[in-house]
């Protein structure tokens, strides 16, 4: 494993420990932090099961407490623009595609992440999105940020191991022999 | 079937249904071929000849091929030819030739040449039509079942261009400016669950996370069109600052084209903040959600095992004993009533997330809300107009095809009869140069 900075791992830390939280509260433990001149600005944890509303991821979280904060700061969406182009987001695990392309429309600057998410990866697992040019268009849609995958991905997977051993709660109950298993 | 077309008679207009599938269609010049021995026949003997041939040498493996090709040659007249058997390996060996050929050819003196046709069949209108130009095949559109979905009856036909109109009215109904909508339905019952248009500008934070589901709640009952509530509740939309120039403004505002430029001059208001990943698709999901919640709010937390979880168990992790993967996705009635009776609580009657829902989108979704989606669980998706620079249902990404993915959806694009407002042009492209234009500008 690539040896990081300690800052780098001590604000991974701070994203494992919004993973923790959200494990104590029966969520897919997944948690990030976005840093700002080596601060941590805002935070957020997986939040689907709360809100019922699959698409509450933690990036989706930290992004709204943002954007809440800086427009009450009175910043105009050029100075927020700019905001975001000089933040890095730390999260456990690999932003899913959805994520990964809202990160790419907002033009944040860089990615920290702990485990690869096999299934849903927007930077590199299944879509390459943390790759697209950012020359053309300024502000016309999608950029491209750095993107570092790894960081303390042994801690990210052993939350995600606790959460199947305590059981998830809120999995539907099955009600259908396994057929369909071997496809999945 | 894969094109649906229902014509309306009062008005001749044609509204059609295309299936978007999940992977694009293979050029005709990529497409395996195999090499067959074929001859012009007379058309007098034309029956005879195929009747004996499919005795003697049946098409096993080609049945999408057809055995007689029909040409126009000039004066009116057509020319045919016939397969008479699959060429060997080795090209010109015309001795690997079953025997019984040999006399067929030889007693009606037939010309045999070599020629090819496409090995498989097609798996799309598109494909098809570029086989036949090689040699013709039949082509059967699949009557099919993409994770359940039956093709479209007359009357289902009906119920989604009636949908798909309201989305479209809902995408108008911001003021001069045109913006994207989104409708979740439940077909079933042909009831709307959610619709909401891009909020970009109208952003209502909830109050502080502690009491997000509050705010969540308060702020779905004043966005939603629930069936009993009005579809005017939608329109939250500030007013915008009364541009004078209408027409280049028009489809800036579509977030899922154009997340950047939509926001531009915002007029500023107290309540409403900007957000630039508030795209329709993201909103209606959200609604959904709320209305869940506020419906079902004893069940807690049951029904979110969605997103990452058993994937990610399967991923990062090798369990001996994998929990099993549940799919919901194909519940029959049957299955529902089996629930009931098996868990006290009213689960039964709530789906889980959209499952089994349909979402109406006036354009292709752009690869942010695409993988929402599919987080969420629609089980089909219907969009009028595509987008070329971000659309992620075929024209840019094609989520549906991305094997992968823990989930599915069925895309199909709605033609209409007419184009919004102009002809000649798609609105995609109009949207195209207006940014062009205005990125100039922007700086
Ligand atoms: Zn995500
Ligand atoms: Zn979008």
Redesign the pocket.
């Known amino acids: 494993m690539a040896s990081h900075s300690t800052d780098t791992l001590a604000l991974m830390e701070l994203a494992i420990q919004q993973a923790k939280d959200a494990l104590q509260f029966l969520e897919v433990p997944v948690g990030c932090v976005i840093v700002q001149d080596g601060k941590a600005i805002a935070s957020g944890r997986n939040r689907t099961s709360e809100t019922r509303n699959a698409t509450r991821h933690a990036e989706m979280e930290a992004i709204d407490i943002l954007l809440e904060q800086w427009q009450r700061d009175g910043l105009s969406e050029l100075e927020i623009a700019e905001k975001f182009s000089q933040c890095s987001l730390y999260v456990t695990c690999e932003p899913c595609i959805m994520c990964a392309a809202a990160l790419s429309i907002l033009g944040i600057k860089e990615v920290y992440y702990g485990c690869a998410n096999d299934k849903f990866g927007g930077c590199g697992s299944i879509l390459s999105l943390h790759l697209q040019s950012s020359s053309e268009q300024p502000h016309g849609g999608a950029k491209g940020f750095t993107c570092t995958g790894g960081v303390m991905a042994s801690e990210a997977v052993s939350l995600l191991r606790s959460f199947y051993e305590q059981g998830n709660p809120n999995a539907p109950k099955p009600h259908r022999p396994l057929a369909r298993q071997a496809t999945d | 079937m894969e094109e649906t077309v229902v014509m309306n008679e009062e008005t001749g207009e044609a509204w059609r249904i295309v299936n978007i599938p999940g992977k694009p269609p293979i050029p005709t010049d990529q497409q395996p071929t195999v090499n067959v021995y074929a001859s012009m026949i007379e058309p007098n003997l034309a029956n005879t000849l195929i009747r004996r041939l499919n005795q003697i040498a049946p098409l096993e493996n080609l049945r999408h091929v057809k055995r007689i090709r029909k040409k126009a040659v000039e004066g009116g007249k057509s020319q045919l030819s016939a397969i008479l058997c699959l060429a060997c390996e080795d090209e010109n060996q015309w001795n690997c030739v079953p025997e019984n050929v040999q006399e067929l050819v030889n007693s009606y003196q037939l010309s045999p040449f070599i020629t090819q046709v496409c090995k498989y069949a097609a798996s799309s209108k598109e494909e098809w039509e570029g086989q036949c130009k090689l040699w013709p095949t039949s082509y059967h559109p699949p009557t099919y079942n993409i994770n359940g979905v039956m093709g479209f009856s007359e009357e289902d036909s009906q119920s989604v261009f009636s949908f798909m109109k309201f989305a479209i009215e809902l995408a108008k109904s911001s003021e001069e400016r045109l913006v994207n909508a989104a409708v979740i339905v439940d077909p079933s019952n042909r009831q709307i669950i959610a619709s909401a248009c891009d909020q970009i500008n109208s952003w209502l934070p909830p109050e502080s996370n502690a009491s997000m589901s509050n705010g969540c709640i308060e702020q779905a009952e004043s966005l939603c069109s629930h069936p009993k509530s009005s579809q005017v509740a939608t329109n939250v939309f500030p007013l915008s600052n009364g541009s004078s120039d209408k027409f280049r403004k028009l489809y800036t505002n579509v ?2 084209l154009n997340p950047w430029r939509s926001s531009e001059q915002r007029p500023r208001t107290s309540s409403c903040y900007w957000h630039p990943l508030r ?1 329709a ?2 909103v209606a999901i959200e609604v959904s959600a709320a209305m869940d919640r506020h419906l079902f709010p004893a069940l807690g937390h049951i029904g979110d095992e969605c997103y990452d979880v058993e994937d990610m168990q399967s991923s990062f992790i090798t369990s001996p004993a994998k929990r099993p993967k549940t799919n919901l996705t194909n519940v029959e009635k049957e299955d529902k009533q089996v629930l009931h009776t098996k868990d006290s609580c009213s689960i039964s009657e709530r789906p889980y997330l959209c499952t089994g829902y349909d979402i109406f989108l006036v354009w292709e ?2 690869t ?2 695409a993988m929402a989606l599919v987080h969420q669980r629609i089980r089909r998706i219907f969009y009028a107009f595509p987008n070329p620079k971000a659309g992620a249902l075929g024209s840019v990404h094609r989520l549906q095809g991305e094997k992968s993915l823990n989930h599915h959806y069925a895309v199909f694009r709605v033609l209409l009869p007419y184009e919004l407002p102009t002809k000649g042009e798609t609105l995609a492209e109009i949207a195209d140069k207006d940014k062009r234009a205005n990125a100039l500008q922007f700086h």
């Open positions: 977030s899922c795209h698709a993201i979704p752009c942010m809300c």
